[in-house]
């Protein structure tokens, strides 16, 4: 089975809700129908954007995704400052984040709220985008497979084989985040392939077989294609890329030779 790419572009804390009307009109001008038929693509803007850029999306009929970087796992409730499932999911929101390193490594997410955060997104219909990865002392430890493996089995406990085999696996090696390093295609191939066995073990070949895994650590209009041709990586997270139009449409061209 051909599994469709899907192209992210994670914004981060980066474009307030004006820079992201321009980005998005901007990213539009220069991806074609060839383009959409080729890869899904979605954008990931902070939550105070993403009203703007549904509105935009909608009336321009622009076929990407609107996708968010985090929210809460309960539908409401007194919880100072988060933004529920079912809030994004009013706005269109297709795609979620899950569990970006970030998220973990800064504001404390753990695992178990990485599941609970993944089931809640798939309850209110949208799709999750689990993020797993190393960091440096365990790639240089040489426990990167266990690591994400443990990750990948936590984040997905408790969630049917039918719903792990449409939703999407981000392998960002933390220490290619942000820093200009990448993983040799090789390498994620490798990660990527023990992520989708990891899949099969836990809820059977057909989600393996479906389920979308991308790489994400410094992904650039220079890198793309060899990434993308590995057999296991079925598309990207960008981040700092993905905050300039030319440079993410170049991006989701990457077929076209960069
Ligand atoms: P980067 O970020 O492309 O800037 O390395 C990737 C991510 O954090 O999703």
Not at 141 to 146: D, F, L, S
Not at 198 to 213: L, S
């Amino acid at each position: 089975m051909a599994r469709k790419p899907l192209i992210s572009g994670n914004w981060k804390m980066h474009h307030n809700h004006f820079e992201a009307i321009q980005t998005v009109q901007k990213l539009s001008y220069q991806l074609t129908g060839a383009d959409y038929d080729a890869v899904d693509v979605s954008i990931h803007p902070p939550f105070t954007d993403l009203r703007s850029v549904q509105t935009v999306l909608d009336a321009d009929e622009i076929p990407i995704a609107l996708g968010a970087q985090h929210c809460h796992w309960e539908d409401k409730g007194a919880f100072t400052g988060e933004v529920s499932p079912l809030m994004l999911a009013k706005l269109d929101v297709a795609y979620v984040i899950a569990g970006h390193s970030e998220r973990r490594d800064l504001f404390g997410e753990t695992d178990e709220m990485v599941n609970r955060k993944v089931k809640a997104i798939l309850a209110a219909g949208m799709t999750p985008i689990m993020c797993v990865g190393e960091h440096l002392d365990e790639r240089e430890a040489g426990v990167t497979e266990e690591r994400v493996s443990s990750q990948l089995r936590a984040g997905l406990a408790g969630v049917s084989p039918e719903q792990v085999g449409a939703m999407v696996i981000a392998y960002e090696p933390i220490w290619a985040i942000g820093t200009g390093r990448t993983a040799t295609p090789d390498d994620a191939q490798t990660v990527c392939a023990t992520l989708r066995k990891v899949v099969g073990e836990a809820v059977g070949a057909e989600a393996a077989e479906g389920v979308r895994i991308q790489y994400g650590g410094s992904v650039k209009p220079t890198n793309t294609a060899e990434l993308m041709a590995q057999d296991d990586v079925d598309g990207a997270l960008v981040g700092g890329a993905s905050l300039d139009p030319d440079n993410f449409s170049r991006i989701v061209q990457y077929r076209l030779g960069g």
